[in-house]
Nanobody
Framework: QVQLVESGGGLVQPGGSLRLSCVAS????????IGWFRQDPGKEREGVSC????????YYAASVKGRFTISRDHRKNTVYLQMNSLKPEDTAVYYC???????????????????WGQGTLVGVPS
């Protein structure tokens, strides 16, 4: 069965770090573009960071640029989101999504979002 499973969320104080993992089963992430998205109650879902299917091009939302890093481990079929210098406004449920690469670039996520994980909660108290 094709699925994505996120993990690594939790509660962390401002300035702390977390690493989120997105593990794929039933398909190979090498051939898919992957995006991390987040949604806080009452707010619209937003793209946080994305990575292309082959060339490794990446996208970061302006609010996280310089603090978050997306990466891919081919051997583990896993995509990570390293989050440093966390702020209260980073609080949200984080989801990973995979699908066709529509053109990931520095200014656009470009992930078709065909497959979604269940999400992992990140809380940064104020």
């Amino acid at each position: 069965q094709v699925q994505l499973v996120e993990s690594g969320g939790g509660l962390v104080q401002p300035g702390g770090s977390l690493r989120l993992s997105c593990v794929a089963s039933g398909f190979t992430l090498d051939y898919a573009a992957i995006g991390w998205f987040r949604q806080d109650p009452g707010k619209e879902r937003e793209g946080v960071s994305c990575i292309g299917s082959s060339d490794g091009s990446t996208y970061y939302a302006a609010s996280v640029k310089g603090r978050f890093t997306i990466s891919r481990d081919h051997r583990k079929n896993t995509v990570y989101l390293q989050m440093n210098s966390l702020k209260p406004e980073d609080t949200a449920v984080y989801y990973c999504a995979a699908g066709d690469d529509l053109g990931v670039s520095t200014v656009s996520c470009g992930v078709r979002q065909e497959i979604w994980g269940q999400g992992t909660l990140v809380g940064v108290p104020s």
